[in-house]
Structures are given as structure tokens and as C-alpha cells.
């Protein structure tokens, strides 16, 4: 792979939906077309990228871009010409001179950690200093998560899909557990996950992975035609993808039962009304539990579903997808 850094001069083509990019990136000695996903680009940014020289027939030669950063420029010039680019909702040229003129050098130290200060400025008050905030404050929590994902091999066409479905939370939330994301139908399956788990140090045994891997199989069983699995099968299987024996697993199979994600065969022809199914849920969780009703309210259906859903944890029964 080559690295080239330069200044975005021109953005040629720009997807709002996926990110992808056509832009010219000037560079010390050259001007160079870069094609490639680029979330939120704009003309001015300063930018290294990485990747591979590639020929269109109709367009001719293009850098294609692997991986990419954006650099905050420094110095006050560039500064605010930066800020004076549109990139920051609610800042246009003159409110850009007056927010540099102040801040000078530390103008984006005061956008990130002090941006009450920007309220200060004549002119912009307590609402419009928020939302410039606000906005510079987004547009760097997005950089951050794609050059995050990155670390981890993630394109950035698939980080703009995650970026979407998680926001600025997606760093957090993925070190919590990564396994969200062949959970999230997002487009990365169970062992793409478990390779960036692994190179997160997440341990082998985490309930969230062996839930994840629970669920992959049964995914996997359901994209075969399957409707359901034997729940010694599904055990079996689910072991076979992990390389690891996973023991007991009856909590982790009552979560994934009472958060919706599967369904179990307990009863034929039952169809629990949503209080009927608070109850078997706070039975299982509480283990004690007063059930009252008048006659014909389901207290014996319910009773039944309860037996029966303990006897699941101990059974063969049948489990699927929701």
C-alpha cells in the first residue's frame, strides 16, 4: 500500500447514504483522484490516506483508498479557512473570524472540552454556540469511531454501517462487547466478530460470545431451510464453531428466550397474551411469585407455560429464531 497526505481540493462525487467518495487531494508534488468511502468529506480537510493505484477505463488512473485520517489543522490560518469551509453547522466566515480572532491556537481545545466559552463570543449567544458545538464536537466523534474500527480491519464502508446503527457510543459499547455486531444484522457474521474479540482481548468464555455464537447457529440452521433445531444439536453445533466445550448455558438460553431473540417449542397451539408472558418471565427470574385472576384469565395456561418452561432447560425440546 502507498500513503499520500494532502489537502482535499475538490469533492468530485459524494454518497450521503454510504459515504463513498470521487475527490482530488492535492498533495505537495501532485494533484491525485481518490476513490473510495470517505464519510463526511469536505473540501479543505487535511487528510492522510492508504491504498492502491487503480485504472479506469473511463476515468483513468485513481488512487483507491484502504484507510484514511483526518489531520485538525494547527495553525491559525489553516484554522480558519478549516472553519470558514461550512464543515461546522452554523459557522460561516464571519463567525469563523470571530471564534479564531478569540481563540486563536486553541480553538478546537475549546470546541471539544470547553465550548460554553463559544457563547462568550458576540454575536453567536447561548443556542447557536451549542449547536456549533454540538456539530464539530458529531463531526469528530464520527472520525473517531471510523479510524476506531479501522485498528480492527474494518473497511470504512461497513464502519459507516455501524457508525449508523450505534453513533458516537459505537468504541464503547463494542469494547463491552463486540459480539453486537453479528447480532445487529449489520452484515458481519459470528467469527468476523470473534477474530476482532479476540484481538480486543475479550476472554473465550464471555456469556455475550457464547450467546452470540448460540445465535449464529441457529441463524446459520435457519439460512439452510431449517426451521428449528433440537436443542442437543444446537448445543452440539455451537460448540463445533467456538472450538471450546460451553457447559452450562440454561441462563444464557432464558435471556435470549425472554429478550425475544428465540422461541421455543413448550407447549403446541399455546399463544401467551403479553401479561401472561410477564409472568412466566418473572417466575423464572424471581423464582416466587403470586398469581391471581378470575375464571377464564389463563392462570392454568399460564401455570403450564411456567412448568414447561423449566422443563425446556432440561430437555431436548425444539428452539428457533424468532
Same mark, same amino acid.
Given at each position: 500500500?502507498?500513503?499520500?497526505?494532502? +489537502?482535499?481540493?475538490?469533492?468530485?462525487?459524494?454518497?450521503?447514504?454510504?459515504?463513498?467518495?470521487?475527490?482530488?487531494?492535492?498533495?505537495?508534488?501532485?494533484?491525485?483522484?481518490?476513490?473510495?468511502?470517505?464519510?463526511? @468529506?469536505?473540501?479543505?480537510?487535511?487528510?492522510?490516506?492508504?491504498? +492502491?493505484?487503480?485504472?479506469?477505463?473511463? #476515468? &483513468?488512473?485513481? #488512487?483507491?483508498?484502504?484507510?484514511?485520517?483526518?489531520?485538525?489543522?494547527?495553525?491559525?490560518? +489553516? @484554522?480558519?479557512?478549516?472553519?470558514?469551509?461550512?464543515?461546522?453547522?452554523?459557522? &460561516?466566515?464571519?463567525?469563523?473570524?470571530?471564534?479564531?480572532?478569540?481563540?486563536?491556537?486553541?480553538? #478546537?481545545?475549546?470546541?471539544?472540552?470547553?465550548?460554553?466559552?463559544?457563547?462568550?463570543?458576540?454575536?453567536?449567544?447561548?443556542?447557536?454556540?451549542?449547536?456549533?458545538?454540538?456539530?464539530?464536537?458529531?463531526?469528530?466523534?464520527?472520525?473517531?469511531?471510523?479510524?476506531?474500527?479501522?485498528?480492527?480491519?474494518?473497511?470504512?464502508?461497513?464502519?459507516?454501517? @455501524? /457508525?449508523?446503527?450505534?453513533?458516537?457510543?459505537?468504541?464503547?459499547?463494542?469494547?463491552?462487547?463486540?459480539?453486537?455486531?453479528?447480532?445487529?444484522?449489520?452484515?458481519?457474521? #459470528?467469527?468476523?466478530?470473534? +477474530?476482532?474479540?479476540?484481538?480486543?482481548?475479550?476472554?473465550?468464555?464471555?456469556? /455475550?460470545?457464547?450467546?452470540?455464537?448460540?445465535?449464529?447457529?441457529?441463524?446459520?440452521?435457519?439460512?439452510?431451510?431449517?426451521?428449528?433445531?433440537?436443542?442437543?444439536?444446537?448445543?452440539?453445533?455451537?460448540?463445533?464453531?467456538?472450538?471450546?466445550?460451553?457447559?452450562?448455558?440454561?441462563?444464557?438460553?432464558?435471556?435470549?428466550?425472554?429478550?425475544?431473540?428465540?422461541?421455543?417449542? @413448550?407447549?403446541?397451539?399455546?399463544?401467551?397474551?403479553?401479561?401472561?408472558?410477564?409472568?412466566?418471565?418473572?417466575?423464572?427470574?424471581?423464582?416466587?411469585?403470586?398469581?391471581?385472576?378470575?375464571?377464564?384469565?389463563?392462570?392454568?395456561?399460564?401455570?403450564?407455560?411456567?412448568?414447561?418452561? *423449566?422443563?425446556? *432447560?432440561?430437555?431436548?425440546?425444539?428452539?428457533?429464531?424468532?
Amino acid at each position: 500500500m502507498e500513503q499520500y497526505e494532502g +489537502d482535499i481540493v475538490d469533492v468530485i462525487y459524494y454518497n450521503e447514504e454510504n459515504g463513498y467518495t470521487v475527490a482530488v487531494l492535492e498533495t505537495q508534488n501532485d494533484y491525485i483522484t481518490l476513490v473510495g468511502t470517505i464519510p463526511n @468529506i469536505k473540501e479543505e480537510e487535511h487528510m492522510v490516506v492508504e491504498g +492502491d493505484w487503480t485504472f479506469n477505463p473511463k #476515468f &483513468g488512473k485513481q #488512487f483507491t483508498v484502504a484507510s484514511h485520517t483526518f489531520v485538525l489543522p494547527e495553525k491559525v490560518d +489553516d @484554522i480558519l479557512r478549516y472553519l470558514s469551509s461550512g464543515i461546522i453547522k452554523g459557522v &460561516g466566515e464571519a463567525t469563523a473570524k470571530r471564534i479564531v480572532d478569540e481563540f486563536k491556537e486553541e480553538t #478546537f481545545v475549546i470546541l471539544q472540552y470547553h465550548p460554553e466559552k463559544i457563547q462568550e463570543i458576540d454575536g453567536i449567544g447561548k443556542k447557536r454556540g451549542e449547536t456549533i458545538a454540538q456539530s464539530f464536537q458529531e463531526h469528530q466523534a464520527s472520525r473517531e469511531v471510523m479510524i476506531f474500527l479501522q485498528k480492527y480491519g474494518i473497511r470504512p464502508n461497513m464502519g459507516v454501517k @455501524i /457508525y449508523k446503527r450505534f453513533g458516537a457510543k459505537t468504541a464503547n459499547l463494542l469494547k463491552e462487547n463486540p459480539y453486537m455486531l453479528c447480532s445487529e444484522r449489520i452484515g458481519i457474521g #459470528f467469527k468476523r466478530a470473534d +477474530d476482532i474479540a479476540f484481538k480486543m482481548g475479550i476472554e473465550k468464555h464471555a456469556p /455475550y460470545m457464547i450467546s452470540a455464537a448460540l445465535l449464529y447457529t441457529l441463524g446459520n440452521a435457519s439460512s439452510n431451510g431449517n426451521t428449528y433445531l433440537p436443542k442437543e444439536m444446537w448445543i452440539e453445533q455451537t460448540e463445533g464453531i467456538l472450538g471450546i466445550p460451553i457447559g452450562e448455558i440454561e441462563d444464557i438460553i432464558r435471556d435470549l428466550l425472554f429478550n425475544g431473540q428465540i422461541k421455543s417449542e @413448550i407447549e403446541e397451539g399455546i399463544k401467551l397474551a403479553d401479561k401472561q408472558v410477564e409472568a412466566v418471565k418473572t417466575s423464572v427470574e424471581t423464582g416466587m411469585m403470586i398469581l391471581t385472576g378470575g375464571p377464564g384469565t389463563g392462570k392454568t395456561t399460564t401455570i403450564k407455560s411456567i412448568l414447561s418452561m *423449566f422443563f425446556l *432447560f432440561k430437555s431436548k425440546r425444539y428452539l428457533h429464531l424468532k
